[in-house]
C-alpha cells in the first residue's frame, strides 16, 4: 500500500475518533467538560468517559485494520 493510503487512513481515524468524542460530550456528558469533572474529582463520570472513548475507538480501529 501507498504511503498516501496509510496517511489517508490515519487521518479519517483521528478525525472519527474527535466525532465520536464530541458526539459523547453533546449527548452524553451534558453540562459538564472535562475540567468540570476533574476538578469535582467525579470518577462516576471519568469512568463513564474513558470507557465511552474505548469503545468509539474500537471501530475505527476495526475500520482502519480493514483499510490498511
Request: glycine share 2%; proline share 1%.
Given at each position: 500500500?501507498?504511503?498516501?493510503?496509510?496517511?489517508?487512513?490515519?487521518?479519517?481515524?483521528?478525525?472519527?475518533?474527535?466525532?465520536?468524542?464530541?458526539?459523547?460530550?453533546?449527548?452524553?456528558?451534558?453540562?459538564?467538560?472535562?475540567?468540570?469533572?476533574?476538578?469535582?474529582?467525579?470518577v462516576a463520570a471519568a469512568a463513564l468517559l474513558s470507557s465511552?472513548?474505548?469503545?468509539?475507538?474500537?471501530?475505527?480501529?476495526?475500520?482502519?485494520?480493514?483499510?490498511?
Amino acid at each position: 500500500y501507498s504511503f498516501r493510503a496509510f496517511f489517508a487512513t490515519a487521518v479519517i481515524g483521528v478525525v472519527m475518533l474527535y466525532v465520536m468524542r464530541w458526539v459523547i460530550d453533546l449527548v452524553i456528558i451534558r453540562g459538564h467538560t472535562v475540567r468540570s469533572i476533574q476538578e469535582s474529582n467525579n470518577v462516576a463520570a471519568a469512568a463513564l468517559l474513558s470507557s465511552l472513548m474505548i469503545m468509539a475507538a474500537m471501530p475505527v480501529a476495526s475500520v482502519v485494520a480493514n483499510v490498511l
